[in-house]
């Protein structure tokens, strides 16, 4: 009756009349569907029919649709297009990927490096500058920039900390030798002043001549002495190290303080020996400053008990001087090994500053605990290199 393609069925490339076999089949059942395949110009193609009807189900005509099979695989051709364009998508991911990463890395490697260089940053090493081959007005070379100054000021500061570190020991040592010297000095001055007055009688000046000489003797030892704790802590480098048996050392040191009357001096040593590489006299002038240390800490109202032992802890001789003294007051604990410190009235506070100086040279540790009016143990640890 009429096509939406009235040109195609004029021209012969649609059919005018409905296929044949499609009409009767349609009219035995006008609920079904028909497809039908026809050619035109040697192109193949399909046409579907089907009836139309009104609503009381009578056939008012027949509708022919033709389509190419092409058509049916729209389905797949749209799968596949997905699948592609999902390739694509995966892909160009990647590629942004792979562009942020290299992008994020440009970034965070430098920042990485300062993070390292300002953990490894030390006083006393002599720190290098970053180089940084970005662009020098980004924030990143500015930060590097900041650092590089950082690094510049630091150097600075460690010439000058050096100095002024070198100054006030001068200055300390200057002071404390002035001190040590004044007493003596003064003692030698008075003695000298007194034999000028009794110039005059020469049976009191003779008399006197006796105390005095004993007298400036005594001091003149005691400035020897001083002089030569600020030698030795000037000069403490042990260059030559022999192979000692550490319990001769503490068997000597004992023996040298076992006739002492105001206090019981008592010894463990275990059967073992034990072999060390160090300097024998050193090791001895430790021992016998914390044996002498012992002995002035107990109260002369109390008789003192010191016991000094020797034992190994894994790799370590370990010798301990313990005392029944009144302990080392709270606030001097974290200063008495420093050079110049002491609560004596005499001395020249080097002694225990020397003992740390001499067992660290031996490559070992000095350390102490205490107990307030109980007593204090000092231990030793220097490292064993044979047991015999």
């Known amino acids: 009756m009429f096509s939406t393609q009235e040109e195609l069925v004029r021209l012969g490339i649609l059919p005018y009349k409905m296929n044949p076999a499609a009409l009767s089949f349609l009219k035995t059942s006008p609920q079904s569907e028909r497809v039908e395949t026809e050619q035109s110009a040697g192109l193949a ?14 056939v008012l005509g027949y509708l022919a649709v033709p389509y190419h099979e092409a058509r049916g695989n729209a389905e797949a051709e749209i799968s596949d297009f997905i699948g592609m364009l999902a390739s694509l998508y995966v892909f ?9 990463f290299l992008l994020a890395r440009s970034i965070t490697r430098p920042v990485s490096l300062l993070s390292v260089k300002v953990q490894e940053l030390r006083l006393e090493d002599k720190n290098e500058p970053l180089a940084y081959e970005g662009d020098s007005e980004d924030e990143i070379s500015q930060l590097i920039g900041q650092y590089n100054r950082m690094v510049s000021k630091l150097e600075s500061s460690k010439v000058q900390l050096v100095k002024l570190e070198r100054e006030g020991a001068w200055r300390e040592m200057a002071r404390q030798v002035a001190h040590d010297i004044k007493n003596p000095l003064t003692t030698m001055k008075l003695s000298m002043q007194q034999l000028e007055r009794l110039s005059g009688s020469p049976e009191q000046a003779a008399a006197y001549l006796r105390k005095a000489i004993t007298r400036l003797i005594e001091q003149i030892d005691s ?28 068997e000597s040191v004992h023996d040298l303080f076992s006739e002492q009357k105001q206090v019981n001096l008592s010894l463990s040593l275990p059967e073992e020996r034990f072999h060390i590489l160090g300097d024998k006299n050193h090791l001895i002038r430790v021992f016998n400053n914390l044996v002498i240390n012992a002995i002035q800490a107990i109260p002369s109202d109390r008789q ?3 016991k000094v032992s020797l034992s190994r802890q894994g790799n370590l001789s370990v010798i301990q001087i313990s005392d029944n003294g009144g302990g080392i007051p709270p606030e001097i604990r974290d200063r008495v090994f420093e050079p110049n410190f002491t609560t004596k009235t005499s001395g020249s506070g080097l002694g225990l500053a020397i003992c740390k100086k001499i067992i660290e040279a031996h490559d070992g540790d000095i350390r102490f605990v205490t107990r307030d009016n109980e007593g204090t143990d000092f231990f030793v640890e220097i490292p064993v290199v044979a047991v015999g």
């Open 223 to 250: 400035l020897a002495q001083i002089a030569s704790e600020f030698s030795m802590f000037a000069n403490l480098d042990i260059k030559s190290k022999n192979d000692v048996v550490i319990n001769e050392v503490v």
């Open 45 to 58: 193609y399909f046409i579907q029919f089907r009836s139309l009807q009104n609503d009381q189900g009578k």
């Open 304 to 306: 003192g008990h010191i």
């Open 92 to 100: 160009l991911l990647l590629i942004a990927f792979g562009i942020t």
